[in-house]
Nanobody, 122 residues
Framework: QVQLVESGGESVQAGGSLRLSCAAA????????MGWYRQAPGNERELVAT????????KYEESLKDRFTVSRDNAKNTVYLLMSNLKPEDTAVYFC???????????????WGQGTQVTVSS
């Protein structure tokens, strides 16, 4: 089976920075888009950023694009999210997302990490 293993979430003061990592592991034939979503208590899950397999197509939630940077290392099957100038409203569970093929004859399918907590205090 395929798993997305997240790391890097922690508590930080406003204005600080964090880097989240997500590594795909398991039976992987190919990986397409990877990215991040987040969900704050009482809110719906929302897009943070995604990045295509070649890194040439990057999409951000408009309100976050000046502070967050998504990147990936295909040799490590890993996607990163660098978060700068963090604000209390960034507090949320951050979920890794990826489209993955588990076999050469299989279509891409959606996979989600279990989430990592980011807490920003003022």
């Amino acid at each position: 089976q395929v798993q997305l293993v997240e790391s890097g979430g922690e508590s930080v003061q406003a204005g600080g920075s964090l880097r989240l990592s997500c590594a795909a592991a398991g039976n992987i034939f190919g990986i397409g888009v990877m990215g991040w979503y987040r969900q704050a208590p009482g809110n719906e899950r929302e897009l943070v950023a995604t990045i295509s397999s070649a890194g040439t197509n990057v999409k951000y939630e408009e309100s976050l694009k000046d502070r967050f940077t998504v990147s990936r290392d295909n040799a490590k099957n890993t996607v990163y999210l660098l978060m700068s100038n963090l604000k209390p409203e960034d507090t949320a569970v951050y979920f890794c997302y990826s489209r993955i093929r588990t076999d050469r004859h299989a279509d891409f399918a959606d996979f989600w990490g279990q989430g990592t907590q980011v807490t920003v205090s003022s």
